[in-house]
């Protein structure tokens, strides 16, 4: 996998990191501080080297003028160990400027010293035979064994210092959340809009389909009464009749899958209690909740559970099921277990995986217990407030 910072290629094995150009990225990116480091020097030029009345006028304006600079060449050099674009924030002036401050006051010299130890020091241990020719040969030899054995340490020295320097840089210019509270938001819209089509689809259903499938039936059930029971007329009515009736059946059945009215008007436990009741594996339902919870928490648990007692049914072969949900410390936790076979993996399919796409949006968190051979337990952590 390609790394797109220097923090990231830390994580990789050994070699394929030493051979990689991110040590080298990471010691050109602190060797660049020579330049904010000419902009202190212009500054203290200006200070120093003009006369009495007129330094109070030229050091400050030296500064003024070296700040956008300087911050240009922060993001344009960020890239050598973050390749990861930057996002645009409001208040991108401030910061920018805030981040040269910082840079030209301390993290210069903080980036060339760490050059200097770490690079300069095992090159000079290599070079000792050269650099000092007054030590025995020896000596010399054993230096440069040393050297060449910090090069490793001396490449990983750098590439955290970089990467931790190119993190700082980011956290100050494009702090985390100015762009995923937005991200989040809109996926939280995407989901109230989902809930809200939804709704919209039960209601038609319910109300337009179910009453026509309720009026067929009532129909052929009067029909059949007026006809002379051994007639053949009369059996195929009442096949007619029975696959009505199943048909009714099937579309309750998917208009709660849509969206469960008991969940809107009577609650979580409620819902919960309805849909462990249609289980044809026996559940027991356990749950204490204050009142009513956030309409998001409820919807998500909902879906939680009806997917993991859906589950339990299809693949689990587990004799009994238990739901529970309890409120600790601001969060809803749900647990529903069987004593099943086990062995689910959100790999094989789209439920559960569907399940911690819901959660996360609401900040929420699914566990997986399941090892071959079972028990099962999904557990679900969902924020209340
Ligand atoms: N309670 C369970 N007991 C045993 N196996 C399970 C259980 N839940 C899920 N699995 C396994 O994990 C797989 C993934 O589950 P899921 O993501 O819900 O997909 P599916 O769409 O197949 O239900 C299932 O195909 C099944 O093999
Ligand atoms: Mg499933």
Redesign the pocket.
């Known amino acids: 996998m390609l790394n797109r910072t220097a923090l990231e290629a830390l994580t990789r094995r050994p070699l394929p990191f030493l051979g990689s150009a991110w040590p080298w990225r990471c010691v050109a990116y602190l060797l660049a501080s020579v330049v904010p480091g000419a902009a202190v020097g212009f500054v203290a030029a200006a200070t120093l080297l003009v006369p009495e009345p007129l330094r109070v006028l030229t050091g400050p304006a030296a500064l003024a003028v070296c700040v956008l600079p300087v911050a240009w060449f922060e993001r344009w050099r960020l890239r050598l160990v973050d390749g990861v674009p930057l996002p645009e924030v409001p208040d991108r002036r401030r910061r920018e400027a805030g981040l040269a401050v910082m840079t030209l006051l301390a993290m210069w010299w903080i980036d060339l010293l760490m050059v200097a130890f770490t690079v300069a020091g095992p090159l000079l241990l290599v070079l000792t035979p050269v650099v000092q020719p007054t030590v025995t040969p020896f000596a010399g030899a054993a230096a440069s064994v040393v050297g060449v054995l910090l090069v490793p340490v001396a490449a990983y020295t750098v590439t955290a210092w970089g990467g931790a320097r190119g993190a700082m840089v980011r956290a100050v210019l494009a702090p985390q959340g100015s762009e995923l509270s937005e991200v989040l938001r809109s996926r939280a819209r995407l989901v109230d809009a989902f809930e809200m089509e939804r709704r919209r689809i039960e209601r038609d259903l319910h109300d337009g389909a179910q009453q026509r499938l309720v009026a067929l039936s009532m129909t052929l059930g009067m029909a059949r009464l007026d006809l002379p029971e051994s007639s053949d007329a009369s059996r195929l009515i009442g096949l007619a009749h029975d696959e009505a009736k199943q048909a009714l059946a099937e579309l309750r059945e998917l208009i709660r899958g849509v969206h469960s009215p008991i969940l809107t008007d009577r609650g979580l436990a409620a819902a919960v209690r309805d849909v462990a009741g249609r289980s044809p594996v026996p559940v027991d339902v356990d749950i204490e909740v204050p009142g009513r919870l956030p309409v998001p928490v409820e919807v998500t648990a909902y879906y939680v559970v009806s997917?993991?007692l859906?589950?339990?049914a299809?693949?689990?072969?587990?004799t009994r099921g238990a739901v529970t949900g309890r409120v600790e410390r601001g969060h809803l936790v749900v647990e529903?277990r069987?004593d099943?076979?086990?062995?689910?993996?959100?790999?094989?399919?789209?439920?559960?995986?569907?399940?911690a796409d819901r959660l996360s949006v609401v900040g929420g968190r699914l566990s997986?217990f399941?090892p071959v051979g079972?028990p099962?337990l999904?557990r679900v952590e969902i924020p209340c407030a």
């Open positions: 997917e993991a859906a589950n339990l299809k693949h689990s072969g587990a529903v069987d099943g076979a086990g062995g689910a993996d959100p790999a094989k399919g789209t439920g559960l995986t569907g399940l997986l399941s079972g099962t999904v």
